[in-house]
Protein backbone atom coordinates (compact mmCIF):
# COMPACT_ATOMS: atom_id res chain seq x y z
CA UNK A 1 0.00 0.00 0.00
CA UNK A 2 1.80 3.30 -1.23
CA UNK A 3 0.79 6.45 0.76
CA UNK A 4 0.25 9.51 -0.96
CA UNK A 5 1.17 13.02 0.78
CA UNK A 6 -0.80 16.02 0.10
CA UNK A 7 1.72 18.84 0.07
CA UNK A 8 0.36 22.41 -0.58
CA UNK A 9 2.06 25.25 -0.58
CA UNK A 10 0.82 28.10 1.48
CA UNK A 11 -0.18 31.03 -0.89
CA UNK A 12 2.37 33.70 0.28
CA UNK A 13 4.95 31.39 -0.64
CA UNK A 14 4.07 30.43 -3.85
CA UNK A 15 5.83 31.35 -6.73
CA UNK A 16 3.69 33.41 -9.34
CA UNK A 17 4.33 32.95 -12.71
CA UNK A 18 4.16 35.91 -15.03
CA UNK A 19 1.51 35.76 -17.72
CA UNK A 20 2.84 34.43 -20.94
CA UNK A 21 2.80 36.72 -23.78
CA UNK A 22 1.74 35.51 -27.45
CA UNK A 23 3.85 35.61 -30.37
CA UNK A 24 1.40 38.00 -31.64
CA UNK A 25 1.64 40.53 -28.92
CA UNK A 26 5.55 39.96 -28.91
CA UNK A 27 5.94 40.57 -32.65
CA UNK A 28 3.88 43.65 -32.44
CA UNK A 29 6.27 44.44 -29.65
CA UNK A 30 8.95 43.86 -31.96
CA UNK A 31 7.18 45.95 -34.62
CA UNK A 32 6.51 48.70 -32.64
CA UNK A 33 10.54 48.48 -31.41
CA UNK A 34 11.72 48.88 -34.74
CA UNK A 35 9.18 50.86 -36.15
CA UNK A 36 10.01 53.51 -33.43
CA UNK A 37 13.80 53.48 -34.19
CA UNK A 38 12.92 53.92 -37.58
CA UNK A 39 11.01 56.60 -37.00
CA UNK A 40 14.10 58.88 -34.68
CA UNK A 41 17.12 57.11 -36.80
CA UNK A 42 16.37 57.93 -40.18
CA UNK A 43 18.40 60.72 -41.78
CA UNK A 44 17.05 63.60 -43.04
CA UNK A 45 18.72 63.01 -46.33
CA UNK A 46 16.37 59.89 -46.93
CA UNK A 47 13.35 61.55 -45.80
CA UNK A 48 13.65 61.37 -42.03
CA UNK A 49 13.79 64.34 -39.18
CA UNK A 50 17.12 63.51 -37.93
CA UNK A 51 20.72 64.36 -38.53
CA UNK A 52 23.92 63.14 -37.51
CA UNK A 53 26.80 65.68 -37.17
CA UNK A 54 30.32 65.29 -35.47
CA UNK A 55 31.79 68.42 -33.19
CA UNK A 56 34.82 69.81 -35.31
CA UNK A 57 36.38 72.41 -32.97
CA UNK A 58 36.19 74.00 -29.34
CA UNK A 59 33.25 76.91 -30.26
CA UNK A 60 30.84 74.53 -28.35
CA UNK A 61 33.14 73.99 -24.80
CA UNK A 62 32.45 71.92 -22.38
CA UNK A 63 28.87 71.68 -23.74
CA UNK A 64 29.80 69.30 -26.99
CA UNK A 65 33.98 68.81 -27.21
CA UNK A 66 35.42 67.83 -30.59
CA UNK A 67 34.66 64.47 -31.88
CA UNK A 68 31.38 63.97 -29.87
CA UNK A 69 28.40 62.52 -32.26
CA UNK A 70 25.47 64.83 -32.03
CA UNK A 71 21.90 63.95 -32.90
CA UNK A 72 19.77 66.63 -34.12
CA UNK A 73 15.75 66.65 -34.64
CA UNK A 74 14.18 68.87 -36.97
CA UNK A 75 11.58 71.22 -35.12
CA UNK A 76 8.64 73.42 -35.90
CA UNK A 77 9.86 76.01 -33.80
CA UNK A 78 13.30 77.24 -31.90
CA UNK A 79 13.63 79.17 -28.79
CA UNK A 80 16.26 81.22 -26.91
CA UNK A 81 18.72 78.44 -25.41
CA UNK A 82 18.42 76.05 -27.69
CA UNK A 83 21.39 74.37 -29.64
CA UNK A 84 20.64 74.56 -33.41
CA UNK A 85 22.74 73.19 -36.45
CA UNK A 86 22.26 75.49 -39.48
CA UNK A 87 23.68 75.92 -42.64
CA UNK A 88 26.05 78.90 -43.09
CA UNK A 89 25.31 81.84 -45.73
CA UNK A 90 25.86 79.64 -48.47
CA UNK A 91 28.90 77.36 -47.69
CA UNK A 92 28.82 73.83 -46.90
CA UNK A 93 29.46 73.58 -43.57
CA UNK A 94 27.07 73.41 -41.07
CA UNK A 95 27.69 75.00 -37.75
CA UNK A 96 26.07 74.18 -34.58
CA UNK A 97 25.83 77.20 -31.92
CA UNK A 98 23.32 78.13 -28.93
CA UNK A 99 20.97 80.28 -29.62
CA UNK A 100 21.04 83.86 -27.93
CA UNK A 101 18.38 85.65 -29.05
CA UNK A 102 15.48 86.49 -31.95
CA UNK A 103 15.60 89.23 -34.67
CA UNK A 104 12.75 89.43 -36.79
CA UNK A 105 13.04 85.73 -38.76
CA UNK A 106 16.43 85.54 -38.04
CA UNK A 107 18.12 83.74 -35.21
CA UNK A 108 21.06 85.25 -32.99
CA UNK A 109 23.54 82.27 -32.15
CA UNK A 110 26.63 81.86 -30.43
CA UNK A 111 29.34 79.37 -29.09
CA UNK A 112 29.18 78.09 -25.64
CA UNK A 113 33.16 78.71 -25.58
CA UNK A 114 33.06 81.79 -28.00
CA UNK A 115 33.00 85.04 -26.43
CA UNK A 116 30.75 86.84 -29.61
CA UNK A 117 27.65 86.35 -31.57
CA UNK A 118 28.01 84.72 -34.86
CA UNK A 119 28.28 87.55 -37.69
CA UNK A 120 25.84 85.54 -39.60
CA UNK A 121 22.38 85.51 -38.79
CA UNK A 122 20.39 82.12 -39.38
CA UNK A 123 16.44 82.08 -41.04
CA UNK A 124 14.37 78.58 -40.16
CA UNK A 125 15.73 77.60 -43.50
CA UNK A 126 18.69 77.30 -42.42
CA UNK A 127 18.20 75.30 -39.42
CA UNK A 128 19.14 71.67 -39.71
CA UNK A 129 17.82 70.66 -36.32
CA UNK A 130 17.53 70.84 -32.66
CA UNK A 131 20.55 69.00 -30.57
CA UNK A 132 18.59 65.91 -29.26
CA UNK A 133 20.79 63.49 -28.44
CA UNK A 134 25.50 63.77 -27.32
CA UNK A 135 27.14 61.40 -27.08
CA UNK A 136 30.78 62.08 -25.97
CA UNK A 137 33.48 60.15 -28.54
CA UNK A 138 30.43 58.91 -30.69
CA UNK A 139 32.48 59.75 -33.72
CA UNK A 140 35.15 56.86 -33.45
CA UNK A 141 31.83 54.59 -32.84
CA UNK A 142 30.10 55.98 -35.74
CA UNK A 143 32.94 55.22 -38.08
CA UNK A 144 32.34 51.62 -36.61
CA UNK A 145 29.07 51.37 -37.78
CA UNK A 146 29.58 52.93 -41.13
CA UNK A 147 26.37 54.80 -41.42
CA UNK A 148 22.82 55.16 -39.89
CA UNK A 149 21.30 52.50 -41.65
CA UNK A 150 23.79 50.60 -40.27
CA UNK A 151 22.62 51.77 -36.93
CA UNK A 152 19.46 51.21 -37.87
CA UNK A 153 20.00 47.54 -37.97
CA UNK A 154 21.81 46.73 -35.28
CA UNK A 155 19.07 48.35 -32.79
CA UNK A 156 16.79 46.12 -34.38
CA UNK A 157 18.64 43.18 -34.04
CA UNK A 158 18.99 44.33 -30.50
CA UNK A 159 15.41 44.70 -29.84
CA UNK A 160 15.08 41.19 -31.29
CA UNK A 161 17.50 39.77 -29.32
CA UNK A 162 16.06 41.45 -25.98
CA UNK A 163 12.59 40.42 -27.15
CA UNK A 164 13.83 36.76 -27.70
CA UNK A 165 15.81 36.25 -24.19
CA UNK A 166 11.98 37.83 -22.38
CA UNK A 167 10.24 35.38 -24.12
CA UNK A 168 12.31 32.76 -23.15
CA UNK A 169 13.01 33.62 -19.54
CA UNK A 170 9.21 32.80 -19.72
CA UNK A 171 9.14 28.92 -20.56
CA UNK A 172 11.58 27.74 -18.03
CA UNK A 173 9.69 29.43 -15.03
CA UNK A 174 5.88 28.03 -16.06
CA UNK A 175 7.85 25.02 -17.07
CA UNK A 176 9.24 24.50 -13.68
CA UNK A 177 5.84 25.40 -11.91
CA UNK A 178 4.05 23.09 -14.42
CA UNK A 179 6.64 19.87 -12.91
CA UNK A 180 6.23 20.96 -9.72
CA UNK A 181 1.92 20.28 -9.77
CA UNK A 182 2.77 16.89 -11.45
CA UNK A 183 4.33 15.88 -8.63
Not at 15 to 27: D, Q
Not at 32 to 41: E, P, V
Not at 100 to 115: I, K, S
Request: net charge neutral; aromatic share 6%; glycine share 8%.
Amino acid sequence: MTQQLDVRVAPETARRTPPRRSPRVLALLLLATLGAGIWFLTPSNVGGSTNYLVTVGTSMLPTHEPGALVVTRTQDQYAVGDIIAFHRDGLGDIVMHRVVAVEGDRFVTRGDNNALDDAYRPALSDVVGKAWIHVPEGASAMSRLGSPLSMAVVFGVLAMFAVSVAHQRQHPTQMRAARHEEI
